[in-house]
């Protein structure tokens, strides 16, 4: 099977343009399924964090291509560890979704202005109960 030339799908975007383009764009998640023997975690992704910013750099560039899903049969039946991971993708993509991009991209491309703050945004994104944690203060975006 040859390779597919994905060179079409990358594009360089100001930060009102990929603001724009996450706010539009959906991953579409077709998965793939391989057997991971090599990693006693069974996969390759080690936390939930890891997922949503490969996720989240994978919107950023359009991607268009197959998530590919490894599991390690000698842990879990096969059929409940695809199930797993499939939903556990289709989370962190509703997470990142839910994500105010503007405000995103301006804490990445301010970091001397909004020290901190994405971090606790997203620690709020995650939580069960955000409203249980201090209110986080307004990013000022001037």
């Known amino acids: 099977m040859a390779l597919i030339d ?3 799908q990358a594009k360089r975007r100001t930060p009102d ?30 936390s939930p ?18 998530f590919g899903i490894d599991i390690n049969p000698e842990r879990m039946p096969v059929e409940q560890a695809l199930r797993n991971c499939m939903d556990a993708l289709r989370a962190a993509n509703d997470r990142i ?7 995103v991209i301006w804490a990445t491309t301010h970091p ?5 703050w994405l971090e606790a945004y997203l ?12 209110p986080l203060e307004e990013l000022q975006m001037g």
């Open 6 to 8: 994905i060179r079409g």
């Open 17 to 46: 343009e990929l603001i724009q383009h996450l706010n539009s764009f959906e991953l579409e998640l077709k998965f793939s399924a391989g057997v991971w023997f090599f990693s006693p975690g069974g996969g390759r992704f080690h």
């Open 49 to 66: 964090e890891q997922t949503e910013a490969s996720l989240y750099i994978l919107k950023m560039y359009g991607y268009q291509g197959y």
């Open 97 to 103: 979704n839910s994500l105010d991009h503007e405000k």
């Open 112 to 116: 001397d202005k909004a020290r901190g």
């Open 123 to 134: 620690i709020r994104k995650r939580a069960m109960h955000p409203e249980n944690l201090p």
